[in-house]
């Protein structure tokens, strides 16, 4: 059974980092691109990045670029997401998903997820 499992979230200070971890289990890693989305309060889940089986395509949020980093390492079969210079706005639960493959216009990404993980909470304050 395919489990996606998100790590790392916590409340931090406006303007700190934090790095949200991937696992994943039971599933061809390197076969498939990892995303990251997020859902801040009340409103809808929104992509953020994308990273393809070889880590080598990267695709950002424009709300995100240049403060976030996704890279991910196959032989352990995680993913990571790096991120800098948080601010309220940032906050949200963060999901880890699995995908068939990245698209150039990330509104487009989330049909091709095809495992979720459950989330973990980023909670930015001011």
């Known amino acids: 059974q395919v489990q996606v499992v998100e790590s790392g979230g916590d409340s931090v200070q406006a303007g700190g980092s934090l790095t949200l971890t991937c696992t994943v289990l039971?599933?061809?890693?390197?076969?498939?691109?990892m995303t990251w989305f997020r859902q801040p309060p009340g409103k809808k889940r929104e992509p953020v990045s994308c990273?393809?089986?070889?880590?080598?395509?990267?695709y950002y949020a424009e709300s995100v670029k240049g403060r976030f980093t996704t890279s991910r390492d196959n032989s352990r079969m995680t993913a990571n997401l790096q991120m800098n210079s948080l601010n309220s706005e940032d906050t949200a639960i963060y999901y880890c998903?699995?995908?068939?493959?990245?698209?150039?216009?990330?509104?487009?990404?989330?049909?091709?997820?095809?495992?979720w993980g459950h989330g973990t909470q980023v909670t930015v304050s001011s």
């Open positions: 998903g699995a995908a068939s493959t990245c698209t150039d216009n990330m509104e487009t990404l989330e049909p091709w997820v095809d495992h």
């Open positions: 039971e599933l061809e890693f390197d076969r498939y691109a």
């Open positions: 990273i393809e089986w070889d880590g080598v395509a990267k």
